[in-house]
């Protein structure tokens, strides 16, 4: 890749971004939470029920992905409150505000139904005591089925945005900076 690299803006004191210090954090943050639920999530249901690591991450997830609530909300705050970078016209950046939505949209329905499906009341840092809010069985049945498949999509979505970061790397366009701060 021989092309030519454009110089940088100066970063301005304060905002050295397209995306505030708060949102970079956040972003880090949500993907932290998010790759480690969807691959020990994923990771788990394929050991046998009685497993202890099958056990531990059962009881642990749920208690993380609860408390990242929050976090989440007001990453979805400042998100509609400061318009991205990629609000501009063309194609590509539709495209990449409607892929960044859809995986808004997948995070906001697999916390949904993960809260929603719990079959006992968990208590989040042995503090705050999270009830269980639906005690159908077919219901609680039928939202695991609805989580797994939104976990499935927003893995494929993260799948897709990852992909979509190399390929501007590779093109030469890092998007990267924007992310860390640096542009
Ligand atoms: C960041 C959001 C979340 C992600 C990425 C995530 C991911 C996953 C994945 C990949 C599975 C395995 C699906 C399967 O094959 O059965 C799973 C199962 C599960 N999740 Fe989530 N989850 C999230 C949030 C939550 C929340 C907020 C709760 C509840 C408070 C929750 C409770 C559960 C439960 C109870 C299971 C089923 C475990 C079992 O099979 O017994 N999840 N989750
Ligand atoms: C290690 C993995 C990840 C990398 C390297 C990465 C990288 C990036 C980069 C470079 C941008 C800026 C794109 C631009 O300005 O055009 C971005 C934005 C974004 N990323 Fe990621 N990302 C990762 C994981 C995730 C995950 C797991 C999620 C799921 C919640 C996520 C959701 C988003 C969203 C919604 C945006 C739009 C900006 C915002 O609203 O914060 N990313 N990511």
Known sequence: MTLPNTPLPEPASGETSAYSRTRIFLHW?????????????????????SNPIRQWVESFNPQLTSLFIPFFVWR??????????STAKNV?????????????????????????????????LALVPLPQFIHSK?????????HRALCAALAGLMALH???????QVRGKSVLGRMRGTM
């Open 92 to 124: 590509q950046a539709r495209l990449a505000s409607a892929a960044h939505n859809s995986i808004y949209g997948a995070v906001a329905g697999v916390l949904i139904t993960g809260v929603l499906m719990m079959s006992h009341p968990v208590m989040l």
């Open 162 to 168: 990852l992909a979509a970061v190399v390929l501007h």
């Open 138 to 146: 077919i219901a609680l049945l039928e939202l695991h089925q609805v």
């Open 29 to 49: 943050l949500s993907a932290a939470v998010i790759l480690w639920a969807t691959f020990s999530g994923f990771g788990v249901a394929l050991l046998d029920q």
């Open 76 to 85: 979805l705050w400042l998100a509609v409150k400061a318009p991205s970078p």
